[in-house]
């Protein structure tokens, strides 16, 4: 079992649709847990980072922890065309420790 | 100008094959990541340095080798590239100071190995 299990899509939603993208984790000693997003043909930029449980908005970005059930989401309201991109679920026990990544969810927002 | 730039960006190569991919970095980051990316399977820490002496082995480091030549340059090795290390390679670097460890990636290799 690995450690970080993101189901990978592909996902499609029209345009202004609520999008929900989860990881689930098994490794408890995870505290730091982030999101990147990948356009195609291009490397993974860092979008949102929490650390330990809670809520987290930036935007139309929201990130959501939930420790007790080693469960982690990205929301994203109103979704637009330019977000369509692979989302990636990152974390990692330690302050500037090693990440470890979900397999990665394909995002595809139609107009 | 790119801050993490990766070369070749595309590289077909045959089994056997010695190939180096080389990462460089204007960032002034001291900590610096070798990925592969394959469908399905996400992305998997090959080798990582955390400051020029230091060289540590990834999850999936078998087959691979790297050099950490100074801060600013990673190179990963395949000593005999066979067709299952055929996959999308990523440099990343980070600063240990942000205490984030927010990492920044290059544009990738796509690497095929016949």
């Known amino acids: 079992q690995k450690e970080v299990e993101q189901d990978p899509g592909p996902l499609s939603v029209p345009e202004g649709a609520i999008v929900s993208l989860n990881c689930t984790y098994s490794?408890?000693?995870?505290?730091?847990f982030m999101w990147y997003r990948q356009y195609s043909r291009k490397g993974p930029e860092l979008l949102m980072y929490?650390?330990?449980?809670g809520n987290k908005e930036d935007g139309r970005f929201t990130a959501q922890v939930d420790k007790s059930s080693k469960y982690i989401s990205l929301f994203i309201r109103d979704s637009q065309p330019s977000d369509s991109a692979t989302y990636l679920c990152?974390?990692?026990?330690?302050?500037?420790?090693?990440?470890?990544f979900g397999q990665g969810t394909e995002l595809s927002v139609k107009p | 100008d790119a801050d993490v730039t990766q070369t070749p960006r595309n590289r077909i190569t045959k089994t056997g094959k010695r190939i180096m991919l080389e990462c460089s970095q204007t960032k002034g980051h001291d900590r610096m990541y070798w990925y592969r990316q394959d469908p399905g399977l996400g992305l998997r820490l090959i080798y990582y340095s955390f400051d020029v002496k230091d060289i540590n082995k990834g999850e999936i480091s078998d087959g691979y080798s790297v050099s950490r030549q100074a801060q600013a340059k990673f190179s990963l090795s395949l000593e005999s590239a066979i067709p299952n290390q055929t996959a999308l390679y990523f440099c990343?670097?980070?600063?240990?100071?942000?205490?984030?460890?927010?990492?920044?990636f290059g544009p990738g290799t796509r690497l095929t190995v016949l």
């Open positions: 990152a974390m990692s026990p330690l302050q500037g420790g090693k990440l470890i």
């Open positions: 990343a670097t980070s600063d240990h100071g942000t205490g984030v460890n927010e990492q920044f």
């Open positions: 929490t650390y330990s449980s």
């Open positions: 490794n408890s000693a995870f505290q730091y």
